[in-house]
């Protein structure tokens, strides 16, 4: 793999995308070289190897390799920003990177504006420094959580914003922060407005991600228990897969525009963990109401989920569900993975790696 100045061969378009390293960035980048671009990736300096799951999709061993270049560089640093646009010189930009998790955002509101808000601003400043505005395509990753106290359901591109934590400000700012430099400066850029989308490559530290892995450690006896927060949350879940896809197209449309991108149900976290738990042949009994409330194991009587106050956000987002009817129409987007393929997905991943794990 390439890193920072070295350039690899050059082939069709070029894309840089920040937070390469993260799981959209890695389903992302594999698509995107399988289209034969040539992709640019930011990714921060670590003591440690970070860049496990783009070896996961992409091995080290694949002739993709060849056309992925990383160069060092953060949100934070504009120096850094502006060096790799100036390196890479993309056709299109896809900014991933942020400080994601929305629970962390309550406990570290700084960081996370700094990186998901200003980050964003200085990423458009480095593009005009460099002379692209006028040739690059820009995508930004925004979020359901704008919507938070939502004023409708299914949330759609002209339901009203009301986000109900740091991330979700954060994240507001960057969306009119695209609208500013697309109407002020004329620069091809959109919002995508995804709702929560997992995959085996989700963090650990991730709801849906805990529930899965825990499932498969305590079917393998590795672990004893289960702890969550709010059982009653609701979400529209998708794959990572499908969603990085619709960033794709976003980006080939005519006009720039932003879209929601969803599934159209949503599910609630109690019944993410029953199917989880199903999938690996425990029968899931809930006892109990708010957080006294329990899953139980029906042949056993063992406790195997519990809930835990520390869990619950500040101010809660009850039900999140979009309607991606403009992405259908426009974009010819349609996902390809229902609710229960994506647990599925996700718990055989974990028993696999669990298995073969001390």
């Given at each position: 793999?390439?890193?920072?100045?070295?350039?690899?061969?050059?082939?069709?378009?070029?894309?840089?995308?920040?937070?390469?390293?993260?799981?959209?960035?890695?389903?992302?980048?594999?698509?995107?070289?399988?289209?034969?671009?040539?992709?640019?990736?930011?990714?921060?300096?670590?003591?440690?190897?970070?860049?496990?799951?783009?070896?996961?999709?992409?091995?080290?061993?694949?002739?993709?390799?060849?056309?992925?270049?990383?160069?060092?560089?953060?949100?934070?640093?504009?120096?850094?920003?502006?060096?790799?646009?100036?390196?890479?010189?993309?056709?299109?930009?896809?900014?991933?990177?942020?400080?994601?998790?929305?629970?962390?955002?309550?406990?570290?509101?700084?960081?996370?504006?700094?990186?998901?808000?200003?980050?964003?601003?200085?990423?458009?400043?480095?593009?005009?420094?460099?002379?692209?505005?006028?040739?690059?395509?820009?995508?930004?990753?925004?979020?359901?959580?704008?919507?938070?106290?939502?004023?409708?359901?299914?949330?759609?591109?002209?339901?009203?914003?009301?986000?109900?934590?740091?991330?979700?400000?954060?994240?507001?700012?960057?969306?009119?922060?695209?609208?500013?430099?697309?109407?002020?400066?004329?620069?091809?850029?959109?919002?995508?407005?995804?709702?929560?989308?997992?995959?085996?490559?989700?963090?650990?530290?991730?709801?849906?991600?805990?529930?899965?892995?825990?499932?498969?450690?305590?079917?393998?006896?590795?672990?004893?228990?289960?702890?969550?927060?709010?059982?009653?949350?609701?979400?529209?879940?998708?794959?990572?897969?499908?969603?990085?896809?619709?960033?794709?197209?976003?980006?080939?449309?005519?006009?720039?525009?932003?879209?929601?991108?969803?599934?159209?149900?949503?599910?609630?976290?109690?019944?993410?963990?029953?199917?989880?738990?199903?999938?690996?042949?425990?029968?899931?009994?809930?006892?109990?109401?708010?957080?006294?409330?329990?899953?139980?194991?029906?042949?056993?009587?063992?406790?195997?989920?519990?809930?835990?106050?520390?869990?619950?956000?500040?101010?809660?987002?009850d039900l999140l569900r979009g309607d991606a009817a403009k992405a259908r129409k426009k974009l010819g987007w349609t996902p390809r993975y229902d609710f229960r393929a994506l647990v599925d997905e996700m718990v055989r991943a974990d028993l696999k790696n669990e298995s073969n794990s001390p």
């Open positions: 793999m390439n890193i920072s100045k070295q350039k690899p061969p050059k082939s069709g378009r070029r894309a840089l995308v920040t937070g390469i390293t993260g799981q959209d960035g890695a389903y992302l980048t594999r698509r995107l070289l399988e289209l034969g671009y040539e992709v640019h990736g930011l990714i921060r300096r670590c003591s440690v190897p970070n860049t496990s799951r783009l070896d996961r999709l992409i091995p080290p061993d694949s002739p993709l390799r060849e056309r992925l270049c990383l160069h060092f560089g953060d949100l934070t640093d504009s120096a850094s920003l502006l060096r790799a646009v100036e390196s890479a010189r993309p056709d299109e930009l896809y900014n991933l990177a942020a400080q994601s998790h929305v629970r962390v955002s309550f406990d570290v509101p700084d960081y996370t504006a700094e990186v998901d808000a200003l980050g964003v601003l200085r990423l458009f400043e480095a593009v005009r420094t460099a002379g692209l505005a006028e040739k690059i395509r820009f995508y930004q990753a925004s979020t359901s959580e704008l919507f938070g106290k939502v004023a409708e359901t299914p949330q759609n591109e002209k339901t009203p914003f009301h986000p109900r934590s740091p991330y979700g400000v954060a994240k507001l700012f960057a969306f009119w922060t695209v609208l500013n430099h697309r109407e002020a400066y004329g620069i091809y850029a959109v919002n995508g407005i995804l709702f929560n989308h997992e995959s085996p490559l989700r963090g650990e530290n991730f709801i849906t991600r805990k529930i899965t892995l825990a499932a498969a450690r305590i079917a393998l006896g590795k672990q004893d228990r289960l702890t969550l927060g709010n059982l009653d949350a609701r979400r529209d879940w998708g794959h990572a897969a499908d969603y990085v896809e619709g960033m794709r197209l976003m980006l080939t449309a005519e006009t720039p525009d932003d879209y929601v991108l969803a599934s159209g149900e949503d599910h609630s976290v109690r019944q993410f963990a029953e199917i989880a738990f199903e999938k690996v042949g425990l029968a899931i009994r809930w006892e109990g109401k708010g957080i006294e409330e329990k899953g139980i194991d029906q042949k056993t009587g063992r406790v195997l989920i519990s809930v835990d106050p520390q869990f619950f956000r500040p101010a809660e987002v």
